[in-house]
């Protein structure tokens, strides 16, 4: 079992930056998807971003040029960096794993994310 800890929210300024983490333990298999996810209050949880353990990303549209994933195979670690933050990014965001064969999926606990304009 796979379990993800997320750090590095808070309160920032529109136009302002902060870098989220996701520390994952346990027994990780190396064929997986890593991924943020967000959730504003009253909203759906939607699709941030993701990265292959190959090192492949995707982006939702509406943070592509702002957000970058990255991971730290060696550190069992993902992160988002968030530049440009704009009101509309308030959420809590939550790290998630993912692997197909054998299938499995693991949430994080999440960190909130303040943005005021």
């Known amino acids: 079992q796979v379990q993800l800890v997320e750090s590095g929210g808070g309160l920032v300024q529109a136009g302002g930056s902060l870098r989220l983490s996701c520390v994952a333990s346990?027994?990780?298999?190396?064929?997986?998807?890593m991924g943020w996810y967000r959730q504003a209050p009253g909203k759906q949880r939607e699709f941030v971003a993701v990265?292959?353990?190959?090192?492949?990303?995707n982006y939702a549209d509406s943070v592509k040029g702002r957000f970058t994933i990255s991971r730290d195979n060696g550190k069992n670690t993902v992160y988002l960096q968030m530049n440009s933050l704009k009101p509309e990014d308030t959420a809590v965001y939550y790290c998630?794993?993912?692997?197909?064969?054998?299938?499995?999926?693991?949430w994080g606990q999440g960190t909130l994310v303040t943005v005021s304009s």
């Open positions: 998630n794993y993912r692997v197909i064969i054998p299938r499995n999926e693991v």
């Open positions: 990265i292959t353990s190959g090192g492949n990303t």
């Open positions: 346990g027994s990780i298999f190396s064929l997986n998807v």
